[in-house]
C-alpha cells in the first residue's frame, strides 16, 4: 500500500483487499476471452464453461463488500484509507458485471452456432474484444502499480472502442441486408458486440476510481460517447412497379 500503519494487521487487510481485485480481474478477462472464443470457434462447452465461472466473480465481490464492511466499522478509516476500501468496492462491482457480460456473450454461443455464418462476421468481433480487453488489462495495471499517470490514456481509448462498435454495427447490418439468412446471427453478434463496447464503459469506470483512490480528486468530465450506433438507418431499394 501506499502507507504503512501502526497496526500491521490494517495493512494486511487492505493487502488483502487489493489482492482480492486482481484475482477478480483476471478472471473477469478470461472469462470474457473464452466467451469470444467460444463464439468465434462454436465451442458450446467452452460456453457452458464461462456460464459456470460467473458464479466465482459474484461471490468474489460478496466477499469484498462484506469485508470492506467489517474493516471500516473496525477500523473507522479516513481519507486515503477510506477511498481505498469504498475504491475495492465500487471496482469489485464493475468487475462483477464485466463477468456477466461475458455469460451473456456464452449464452448466445449456440443460437450462432446453430446458423452457422462465415468467418469474416466474427472478425470484427475478435478485433473489438482485443481492443476492450486490452483497455481492462491497462487499467488493473494501474490499479496494481498506483499509476495515475496511465489512467488518462486508458479512459481516451474507450473513445477508439466505441468507434470501432460502430464501424461493426453497420458492417453486421449491411451483412443482414445482403442475405436474410444472415439475419439470426447477425442479430445475436450486435448483441455481443454491444456487451463487449460495454466493457469498455465499465473499464473506464474502473479508471475513474483508480484515479479517485490515487488522487484524491476526480477525473475532468467525461467526454462524450462516440457510439453512434443509434443513428445508423438500414435503407432498403424501392421496389420497383411495373408500367
Sequence with gaps: MQS??????FDEELR???NQIGAMGGYAERMV??????LVGGDVALARKV??????LDLKEREIGEKAVVIIAKRQPMAADLREIVGAIRISGDLE??????????KR????????QPTRLFRGLSSLTELALTQLKEVLDAYATRSAEKIGF????DEEIDAMYTSLFRELLTYMMEDPRNIT???HLIFCAKNIERIGDHATNIAETVFHIITGTTMPPERPKVDQSHKIIATVPAAQGGK
Design 16 to 18: 488483502f483487499l487489493a
Design 33 to 38: 476471452d473464452e466467451a469470444v472464443a467460444a
Design 4 to 9: 504503512q500503519h501502526i497496526m500491521r494487521s
Design 51 to 56: 456460464i459456470e465461472d460467473d458464479l466465482y
Design 97 to 106: 458485471r464485466i463477468g456477466d457480460l461475458g455469460k451473456n456473450i456464452a
Design 185 to 187: 446471427a447477425c442479430t
Design 154 to 157: 486508458v479512459r481516451d481509448r
Design 109 to 116: 454461443v449456440v443460437a450462432v452456432t446453430e446458423a452457422r
